[in-house]
Structures are given as structure tokens and as C-alpha cells.
């Protein structure tokens, strides 16, 4: 059976930074369809600003996704949760949701994103060298700690970003659009709930309010950073294979 993923990036970030974690992905799981969706005003849609409306950007999304069948949304950040807002909207279009390092208005403001992460965001920004300010964001957002690695990384996304730069004023735009998204009483579609330990961006926490609020089972890498895809992707294939053979009804 092919089934439809739709894979969504969080603030600032868009689907070149799936990097090699989307054909690994893709090789997994060989029978199934991916798409990769842009928020407004990040990657392909870097020309937009990004709207305060929910509606909007929910439309942005689906409109990037085929409108046959139910698909898989799987959510970083940001991303993870305009697809819960997604699957709460349109919940004949969602087989299940996956979230990585989300958060939800039911918790704090400086746990959804840390002081040290505004203070790294703040510094990086003052950054003219691309290479440079990549390297900050990378460091900010994973635990690798070879500088060769994270150098060599740094030079690909900051060509990206070069080519397709973000606006400044749209990554305040895209705080204040993560602060509308709120947990609801009940959730809208099966969800797999994954988590980093050492995540500096988005407190663990969020996470585990999220599953705790709706008994959903949270599965927490001991030693991953925010991006946890990029950190490990082996241990996310590991995950979501799990979730998908569960049963799960697509």
C-alpha cells in the first residue's frame, strides 16, 4: 500500500534542512509518496510573509500536498504544530500526526523557546559571514559536537540560505503564529510523540505536556539536540516504523 507523508520544518528552517535524514527516510519506507511543505515565508515561499492567520498557513500547507487520500504529517517544531492544527481542521485528510521537539500555548513562553536559544538566535542574526552564522544555529540546534561535521554542514546551509534568504521580521512572525497553536481536549489522529533530551531550543517539557495531556505515549532520545532528525535519524526510523506497523489504519 502507498501511503502520503507530508513533512513540515519549524521556524525559519524549510525542506532542505531535512538534509540526508528525507532519502533515508525515503529508502524505508520505498512504497511510500513524500512531500516536503514550506511554511510561508521559509524556503521555496521565501518571497511571502509569513501570515499571523492559522487558516492561512494551514492552506499554504495543504496546498503543497496532494488532495487525494489521508496523509502522515510529520512535524519538527514549528512544524509539528500547524500539522496538529492541520489534522484538527481537516481531519479526513490526516491518518496520524508525528511530532518532534513541539510544543503547545499550554506551556510557558520561555520553555517553547529557551533564553539561551534567543540569546544564540540574537547573536547569529549580528552574523554577516553565512558560513559563520549557520555554524551558530547548528551548534544551537544539536548536540554534534565534531566541528568538522558541523563546519562542512554549515558551508552547504549557508549557500541555501544565501539563495533563498528569510526575512528577518518573518521569524517574529512565526513566534507569534506558534503562540496561537494550543492542545485541544482531545487529539485529532493517532500521534507519535518523539523528544530530545538535550534540546536547548524547545524545553523537553513541552513535549512531555503534550503527551501527558492526552496519555499519549513520548519517546525521548537521551542525547539528541532540537534538530533530531539531523542528530540521529537512525533512531527516528526506529520510532516511527514502530508507530506505522502498530496498526496504524491509512
Not at 519549524?10 to 531535512?18: C, K, R
Not at 496532494?66 to 484538527?88: C, R, Y
Not at 507569534?176 to 524547545?202: F, M
Request: positive net charge; proline residues 6%.
Amino acid at each position: 500500500m502507498q501511503r502520503q507523508w507530508v513533512l513540515i520544518r519549524g521556524i525559519m528552517s524549510e525542506s532542505y534542512h531535512w538534509w540526508n535524514f528525507l532519502p533515508q527516510l525515503q529508502e524505508h519506507f520505498p512504497q511510500d509518496h513524500f512531500h516536503t511543505a514550506d511554511i510561508l515565508g521559509n524556503g521555496r515561499l521565501n518571497s511571502h510573509k509569513t501570515p499571523l492567520s492559522l487558516s492561512k498557513n494551514i492552506q499554504a500547507l495543504r496546498e503543497q500536498a496532494p488532495t487525494d487520500g489521508k496523509k502522515i504529517l510529520f512535524g519538527f517544531s514549528l512544524g509539528g504544530m500547524l500539522a496538529l492544527e492541520w489534522a484538527h481542521r481537516h481531519s479526513e485528510e490526516v491518518a496520524a500526526v508525528i511530532l518532534i521537539n513541539a510544543s503547545l500555548n499550554n506551556s510557558p513562553f520561555y520553555k517553547r523557546m529557551t533564553p539561551y536559544s534567543f540569546g544564540r538566535i540574537f547573536q547569529s542574526a549580528l552574523q554577516r559571514n553565512l558560513h559563520k552564522r549557520e555554524e551558530m544555529i547548528i551548534r544551537m540546534t544539536t548536540a554534534q559536537t565534531s566541528q568538522e561535521s558541523v563546519s562542512t554542514l554549515a558551508q552547504h546551509w549557508g549557500a541555501r540560505s544565501q539563495e533563498l534568504p528569510v526575512r528577518p521580521a518573518n521569524f517574529l512572525w512565526q513566534l507569534g503564529l506558534a503562540t496561537q497553536v494550543r492542545q485541544r481536549k482531545e487529539p485529532p489522529a493517532p500521534i507519535l510523540v518523539l523528544s530530545s533530551a538535550k534540546d536547548r531550543v524547545v524545553h523537553p517539557e513541552c513535549s512531555e505536556k503534550i503527551a501527558s495531556n492526552w496519555n499519549l505515549p513520548l519517546v525521548r532520545h537521551p542525547e539528541a539536540g532540537h534538530d533530531l532528525t539531523l542528530d540521529d535519524p537512525k533512531w527516528v526510523l526506529e520510532q516511527v516504523s514502530q508507530f506505522i506497523n502498530s496498526g496504524l489504519k491509512v
